[in-house]
């Protein structure tokens, strides 16, 4: 069952690929997406958070920056930056990042419902509806940090409930202790902190 369901897994993956690749550059960029592009381009090319003014290549002035559109979600923005190194900035090679954590995303969903539900066809109905999800695929076909912000935000809840529901098993006295007297358990501390931290980076609804 779990090589036929891994078979499976893969095929729903290459459908919600396909779809969210598929004629990505089609549109051109919309008024949020220049916020993405631009504070993007002006890291490539300065290496500090600022808008690109690409009419006269060089980054706005500094009457014209907004902190609050160029510094956030600075760990998705530095990832599109890193495709200006081999490819210049058009709509299909900028929103790859955010077709990339759509893809990502199917599988993940995958594995978290398994966890919680141990029923094979249940995690892959899920991965299905989200490859083939409306919404999944805008944000996946968008140059937004809404993107990696769906898996981030699921990682770092995961991890928070296992910190809170997972028991210890280990032989750490510090972490029995913890275990025993507060019922958290501390190996999913570190590992939550960090994928808080991210998800918190990509945008900050996830201190809600």
Do not use: C
């Amino acid at each position: 069952m779990k090589k036929i369901s891994l078979v499976v897994l893969f095929i729903i993956i290459l459908l919600g690929a396909g779809l969210r690749i598929y004629n990505l550059g089609e549109k051109s960029f919309d008024r949020d997406e220049f916020f993405e592009l631009n504070s993007s381009y002006g890291y490539f090319k300065t290496g500090t958070w600022v808008a690109w003014d690409f009419g006269n290549e060089k980054p706005f002035e500094a009457s014209l920056q907004d902190k609050t559109s160029t510094e956030r979600a600075e760990i998705y923005r530095w990832q599109i930056a890193q495709l200006y190194r081999f490819f210049e900035p058009s709509e299909t090679v900028t929103r790859s990042i955010s077709a990339f954590w759509g893809i990502i995303s199917i599988a993940l969903i995958y594995f978290v419902t398994l966890y919680f539900t141990k029923n094979h066809g249940i995690a892959l109905l899920a991965a299905f509806l989200t490859a083939i999800g409306e919404s999944g695929m805008i944000y996946s076909r968008r140059l937004r940090m809404y993107s990696m912000l769906f898996p981030a935000y699921l990682i770092f809840s995961w991890l928070v409930y296992k910190f809170y529901e997972a028991k210890y098993e280990g032989k750490n006295k510090l972490f029995e202790f913890f275990s025993d007297k507060f019922k958290v358990n501390l190996l999913y501390f570190l590992p939550a902190l960090i994928a808080g931290l991210i998800s918190y980076n990509v945008h900050m609804l996830t201190a809600s």
